[in-house]
């Protein structure tokens, strides 16, 4: 799932109709991973270019506790030079 943040950005006490829409989407998708294929035989990867933003339900253990950072390409790997 790529940029997750849109619907993984942290909870708000107040909002629009538009940001509860939000909050449900993401209490489901806590729902879902909660418990999520207990072998481990299943890797879900979601990115986002905004981590800081994330909900920290998402972050806890039993969703997405495991972090991958890729930096950014220099000129040598841009150009596909070894």
């Known amino acids: 799932m790529d940029e997750i ?3 993984g ?3 708000l006490s107040e909002g629009c109709s538009t940001d509860h829409e939000l909050q449900r989407i993401l209490m489901e998708l806590l729902f879902q991973l909660d418990g999520f294929d207990q ?3 299943v890797k879900i990867i979601m990115a986002t270019n905004r981590p800081d933003t994330l909900d920290s339900a998402l972050l806890r253990p039993g969703g997405l506790d495991q972090k991958m950072k890729a930096p950014l390409p220099n000129e040598q790997s841009k150009n596909g030079d070894s």
């Open 5 to 7: 943040d849109v619907i």
């Open 9 to 11: 950005g942290a909870r």
């Open 39 to 41: 072998l481990g035989k």
